[in-house]
């Protein structure tokens, strides 16, 4: 996908959103190896303060004289300190853009799935040409390490943020044929509740770290009492195993 916005000066770098896969370097694409290797300038999200999960997934593909721009992003429910983070992203990514330079923005998982990369698209799309390329998502990683399809023939698939209100989270539970618990976190007990509320629990599974070294795959059952960021809940309410 290619987007030109606004009216782009004729020297001005083109920004790459570039999507990594949920955690295992071999789940980089092709097109997003090419790509980093090579970068002349490389942005990439970090925790504030801590490690980046989107840099380790590409580190033996950046070129060692690669220009590094670091956004730390603080992991806090107040958004305004994020944003903060975005705005001055943009600004370092801004300068090479304008100087002629090409920059390769990476993003753990889809760019455009959660991912950290939307909210530099959102600053920068009317300035400068922008390409996406996708990548493999940490709900259809999770899926295959279950093993669990998704959805098939005409099934509704549907994706709820953990934190939702209860409320809306059990309307979800009754009326879609397979969903997808995100952003499980600290909301796991109270999910796990709603899920045994809505007779479901032997229908869920638990899924932590998918690909990455630490990973759990669990039934929802004998999920731990403290999730990570990084885990989720897969529900199939009614799948014929032979479709």
């Known amino acids: 996908m ?39 300038v490389v942005a990439w999200p970090g925790l504030a303060g801590g490690d ?11 070129p060692a004289d690669a220009r590094e721009i670091r956004m730390d992003v603080p992991m806090t429910t107040d958004r305004a300190p994020a944003q903060a983070a975005y705005d001055a992203g943009a600004a370092a990514i801004t300068a090479a853009l304008e100087g002629g330079e ?22 920068l799309r009317h300035r400068f040409r922008i390409e996406i390329v996708p990548g493999v998502t940490s709900l259809t990683a999770c899926a295959a390490r279950v093993p669990m399809p998704l959805a098939a023939r005409n099934e509704v698939l ?12 059990r309307k979800h539970l009754r009326a879609a044929d397979t969903l997808v618990l995100m952003k499980v976190g600290r909301h796991l007990p109270r999910l796990r509740r709603l899920v045994a509320e809505a007779g479901l629990t032997d229908r869920a599974h638990y899924v932590e770290r998918a690909t990455l070294g630490a990973e ?10 403290i999730a990570p960021y990084f885990s989720m809940i897969l529900i199939a309410k009614g799948a014929d195993p032979w479709l």
Do not use: Q
Request: net charge negative; glycine share 12%; hydrophobic share 40%.
């Open 2 to 40: 290619s987007e030109t916005g606004g009216i782009p000066g004729a020297m001005s770098g083109t920004l790459y959103g570039v999507g990594l896969g949920p955690g295992d370097p071999d789940l980089i694409t092709r097109r997003a190896a090419r790509l980093i290797e090579g970068a002349n």
């Open 52 to 62: 980046s999960l989107a840099r380790a997934i590409a580190a033996d593909l950046i």
């Open 102 to 123: 090409d920059v390769v923005c990476l993003c753990e998982g889809d760019p455009f799935f959660y991912g950290s990369f939307m909210y530099l698209h959102a600053r």
């Open 158 to 169: 549907t994706i709820l943020p953990g934190p939702l209100p209860d409320d809306a989270l």
């Open 216 to 225: 759990r795959v669990l039934p929802l059952s004998r999920a731990p009492e």
